[in-house]
């Protein structure tokens, strides 16, 4: 994302080193929270930064025309304690949670049906994703844990309701919690995010226009693909009507080891960039 911001600023900066400016108001903004909740761009939008198209540098070399939905959860088990010489007389909090967890993968299966799919991914293997991401719980190795607390990201297609997905995930849990005769209770908590999925609209001049520039310099057309996760741009999109490109620098093993972003990439994301201020801003020269 730091190679997107770069691109951004470079783009600009050419143009300065030209002798130019933006004939037309841009706003830069970078934000915090897009990795847990989204409220950064959330809160620049309530403070009245709105504009013609918004641009969102995400490590995509292509434009995005969907997005999934994405909440968090945490199920927090309680068990009973006991010593390890008699296993049986306690309710081990730990297991329980992962086989809650495990309950959920029918749901996995059942959204990734080519029947439940948004048409847009029915060229993907597996687009929707429950990942068990954290757990937390026991006191050492020699007792029977008494609480587990694990996180989960769920994600969703963007035909489908908030609301519904948490009434599915607690259905779920809910039947089977009653596999487990020795839970003693569990608890779902929701925070962080709460995201709806988003179709942007690649049809408006805005994109077209941006489209062209892409193709004008790199003589070839804009690939236009989905993603299977999410990014700011809902925000704009779904509550303000505004055009959104997602399309950024190539990047690689994302979130993983070896993380890294192609140097090439950047270069020609700054290019594009500032070839798309001349073109839908028009330029002036620097007072």
């Not at 059942?110 to 954290?134: C, I, M, Q, T």
Request: aromatic fraction near 12%.
């Amino acid at each position: 994302m730091k190679a997107g911001i770069v691109a951004f600023y470079m783009a600009f900066k050419a143009l300065k080193t030209l002798g130019y400016e933006p004939a037309s108001e841009i706003y830069f903004e970078t934000v915090v929270e897009e990795e847990c909740t989204g409220n950064g761009a959330l809160y620049t939008l309530l403070q009245g930064y709105k504009a013609d198209g918004v641009i969102i540098p995400e490590p995509f070399p292509f434009l995005v025309s969907e997005q999934l939905g994405v909440m968090w959860l945490s199920i927090e088990v309680k068990g009973s304690p006991a010593h390890v010489l008699n296993t049986s007389a306690g309710s081990n909090a730990i297991e329980a949670a992962y086989f809650l967890y495990d309950s959920l993968r029918d749901l996995e299966k059942s959204y990734n049906l080519p029947e439940n799919r948004r048409p847009a991914y029915n060229d993907f293997n597996h687009p929707v994703n429950f990942n068990l991401g954290k757990i937390s719980g026991g006191n050492w190795a020699s007792s029977v844990p008494s609480k587990a607390v694990i996180e989960i990201r769920v994600g969703f297609f963007s035909h489908q309701n908030i609301s519904q997905v948490k009434t599915d995930i607690e259905n779920t849990l809910h039947e089977a919690s009653k596999k487990i005769p020795s839970l003693q209770s569990y608890k779902v908590i929701y925070e962080g995010f709460q995201a709806e999925g988003c179709a942007f609209d690649t049809s408006s001049p805005f994109v077209k226009t941006f489209q062209s520039v892409y193709e004008s310099l790199l003589s070839k057309p804009l690939q236009t693909k989905p993603i299977t996760c999410t990014t700011d741009a809902r925000f704009f999109q779904l509550y303000h009507n505004i055009p959104s490109i997602i399309y950024g620098p190539e990047a690689s093993h994302i979130h993983g080891i070896d993380e890294s972003v192609s140097l090439k990439s950047v270069f020609e994301v700054c290019k594009i960039l500032a070839l798309f201020i001349v073109e839908w801003c028009g330029i002036v020269r620097h007072s």
